[in-house]
């Protein structure tokens, strides 16, 4: 009877932390990238910051997208991923402009020096996602390369996609690869950090929601969790 009338309180609130939960389950992945944001903007230097965390990033989270049409689970999850990727592609936005700049500012620098204003300061070369050059890869010129080249991989992957859905292996295949590229997120940085002997960068590799976001979900999402342990 004291239970019964208790519930006009425990429900709502049961309610309310529900939707804490599922909040910080789709904001709380991007909120370590705020501050590195924050930071390349500020100093207008993204040398700490290495774009292909966000190479990473976006092709797991366009992979669990995909395998959403496979096999649905919680909207939260499928939330999560449609952040970070919009996260992602404002990350490479400021860094590809900051980069631009820099370049840019640094061959002006070079021609003062040099006392050579009377030559034209020309524009560092165009690296474009169309001249299919492996060596410039994910370090083009224009934000509007990187976001071609999504496009396209989203295309590609989704139209695959498309076309086997009905295999039962093939969705839980395109569910583990979207773990593995996931569980590969800190390498990208490591890598840059070992050849500049320096930590900066790495507040923005991990997610504050993983340990609480995969674990009533599809087995791909647990097995992610394990893997960041």
């Avoid at 992979?63 to 959403?68: K, P, V």
């Avoid at 139209?159 to 039962?168: C, E, H, V």
């Amino acid at each position: 009877m004291e239970a019964e009338g208790l519930d006009w309180l425990l429900v709502p609130l049961h309610q309310l932390v529900s939707w804490g939960a599922a909040g910080a389950m789709v904001f709380g992945g991007v909120v370590p990238y705020i501050p590195q944001y924050r930071d390349i903007r500020r100093t207008q230097n993204a040398e700490g910051f290495s774009t292909y965390v966000c190479l990473v990033l976006l092709v797991a989270n366009i992979l669990r997208i995909l395998f959403w049409f496979g096999r649905h689970f919680e909207s939260p999850l499928l939330w999560q991923s449609i952040v970070m990727i919009l996260t992602m592609l404002l990350m490479l936005k400021l860094c590809t402009e900051v980069r631009v700049t820099n370049e840019l500012n640094v061959k002006r620098r070079f021609f003062a020096a040099a006392d050579t204003q009377d030559e034209a300061i020309k524009p560092p070369p165009r690296r474009s996602y169309l001249d299919f050059d492996p060596r410039h890869f994910w370090h083009w010129s224009s934000f509007g390369d990187y976001v071609q080249c999504v496009v396209a991989f989203t295309g590609v992957a989704g139209y695959i996609t498309y076309l086997s859905i009905d295999s039962a292996l093939f969705v839980e295949t395109l569910g583990f690869l979207a773990v593995l590229t996931e569980a590969m997120l800190g390498v990208p940085q490591l890598y840059r950090n070992y050849r500049h002997q320096s930590t900066e960068g790495m507040r923005g590799i991990g997610s504050l929601s993983r340990d609480t976001a995969y674990r009533p979900f599809p087995t791909q999402f647990s097995l992610d969790g394990c893997l960041f342990h």
